[in-house]
């Protein structure tokens, strides 16, 4: 047991939730590619890694808005299904395993579960190709199982995870590799680490994520354990 200045005895912390994309598997600039296909028959003129830097942790329709935005136009219906479409065929066969996180997974003594917006057939399909999937099911939480979906910055798919555990948010540490993710683990009550480690990570990510919320950030899973067990020493106020 763990206290702090005060004498008070810190949560001890009994859950890891990762978000997947970016996380455990290095499929964001996968996905910045796919939708950039479908979104350059309208015009969109954007270099793969802007589009990730600001696409990245958003659902299909909050990218469809930005991407209106910037053209000042609507775009047709359909663009929502092709880019899902596309998006889980090149992320199921093409995403590659963030270094370390099969063996990092294997040192923790707490809990584990993975809260992600991406759709629940993807999710499994892509952990089981990289061999991640055994290591967490069933608890492979996915925003659009809930109906309506109800996707991150939503503090919702985290709310289940601690419900799922039964546990306090303060004893859940989540990590997040984007500021929507961030926020919405914040909302529920957890304790962040930013992640910086997959290829879509770019000049002033760290910062970001901690500006959303993050205590710390890294950019190697295998500094993970020891980051969890600082955390167990600490209540994250300066």
């Known amino acids: ?18 978000d997947c994309d970016g996380v455990l598997i290095d499929s964001e600039i996968v996905a910045a590619a796919a939708e950039l296909e479908v979104y350059s028959e309208f015009g969109v003129e954007m270099d793969i890694h802007e589009f990730s830097q600001r696409m990245a942790g958003l659902e299909a329709g909050a990218v469809r808005k930005q991407i209106e935005a910037d053209l000042g136009m609507e775009l047709p219906d359909r663009v929502i299904p092709d880019t899902r479409k596309l998006v889980n065929e090149k992320v199921i066969a093409e995403a590659q395993l963030i270094p370390d996180a099969d063996k990092v997974l294997d040192l923790f003594d707490q809990a584990r579960c993975i809260c992600s917006n991406a759709p629940p057939e993807r999710l499994k399909q892509v952990l089981a190709r990289i061999g991640l999937y055994d290591k967490f099911r069933p608890y492979v939480f996915s925003a659009q199982e809930t109906d309506p979906p109800i996707f991150k910055p939503e503090p919702d798919i985290f709310l289940k995870a601690l419900e799922e555990f039964e546990v306090d948010a303060k004893q859940a540490i989540v990590v997040e590799d984007s500021v929507p993710g961030v926020e919405g683990a914040r909302r529920a009550g957890c304790r962040v680490i930013g992640f910086t480690g997959a290829t879509h990570t770019y000049p002033g990510h760290s910062d970001q994520l901690i500006e959303a919320g993050a205590e710390t950030v890294i950019s190697r899973l295998k500094d993970l354990p020891g980051i969890v067990e600082a955390f167990s020493a600490w209540d994250g106020v300066a």
């Open 1 to 18: 047991m763990s206290y702090d200045s005060k004498g008070t005895a810190l949560p001890e912390i009994q859950l890891v939730i990762f």
